[in-house]
């Protein structure tokens, strides 16, 4: 079956994924250049690597069963599918592969459709979101109006409960409601691409179930995507774009995080913390964004109105307001 995504009724139009305003902070074209250069081996190797470190957990978790090394095990697969999330979203921005082709089918059936996502329809969700930010037209924060768990600051106990919500697998409603409204955009594809789409869940299925191994899916792949994968989306997206201080300007819009090596493993993989420097320069490939941070950093305008917090505790305590003057006494910014 020869199915071109380009093809597709409304992909040739690709939307812009430039921020709607003025970038307050210029790079170069050459800087610009050479950052944005594409690495197709290093991509391959982040999505072989990822895969090969859920397979080699399950078989090791399988081989050597206790209730420890199994949660241990969930948090991890957990995220490792966040960092397939995050190289599918790379593959949004065609930034990948240099092959259209290669790159979108690469973000479809490799990183997005085993997490319940279509990237096609993400990319339309997603360039909106990038082109008006945090205004009416963008669908991620217009999705969010009316919603008390975005609403910040909260009170500690609501924080944490919000937080214990997610982990116990309850919060696998948020993850459900945001794959059925990017199903629900799925529209003007062709009927090769929805066969290939749910022949490629119903293949997995059958496949499973021929071995025996319907239990391996659910311990293995879907309790680590509606738990653990679940709270860390929930923060990663609250670090993002929430309880930021004032929206008059493109530097209050988001914030970028530190991030320690556990926080990269278990939190933040593939340089997702760096967000503010994807947002103004999205053709930047994720491993490259640690690099567009130093040159970014390196400019006056930018160090002195950036907003960097120490690390992802530190964004729940921007959370909480003056809620919990204990978690409030230490600084979570990192002052420029």
Known sequence: MNIDLTKDRGAQERPSDDLDGTIPVKLSKEE????????????????????????????????????????????????????????????????????????????????????????????????????????????????????????????????????????????????????????????????GFLVARYGFYAAVIGVLAWFGAIHLLLMYWFVPLFTWMTVIFRIRSIAEHSAIE????????????????LAHIFVAPKNVNYHIEHHFYPSVPFYRLPELHRVLMSKSDFKESVHVTRSYLGVLRECLGNSHPILRMRPSRVEA
């Open 32 to 191: 610009l250049r050479d950052l944005s250069a594409l690495s197709p081996l290093r991509s391959t190797f982040h999505i072989v690597a990822e895969w090969t470190l859920i397979l080699t957990a399950i078989f090791l978790c399988q081989r050597h069963f206790n209730l420890a090394l199994y949660l241990l095990t969930v948090a991890f697969i957990g995220a490792r599918q966040h960092a397939l999330l995050i190289l599918m979203h790379d593959g949004v921005h065609y930034r990948l592969f240099r092959g259209r082709r290669l790159n979108d089918w690469t973000a479809e059936i490799i990183l997005a459709w085993p997490n319940l996502i279509s990237a096609r329809a993400y990319r339309r969700n997603h360039f909106a979101h990038h082109r008006y930010l945090n205004s009416a037209k963008d669908p991620d924060w217009a999705r969010r109006q009316g919603d008390s768990t975005w609403v910040f600051p909260k009170h500690w106990s609501q924080l944490s409960l919000l937080m214990l919500r997610d982990l116990s697998g309850l919060g696998a409603i948020y993850y459900l409601k945001l794959a059925l409204m990017l199903l629900s955009r799925d529209t003007g594809v062709s009927r």
């Open 246 to 261: 004032g929206r008059a300007n493109a530097y209050a819009q988001t914030r970028s995080t530190g991030a320690s090596l």
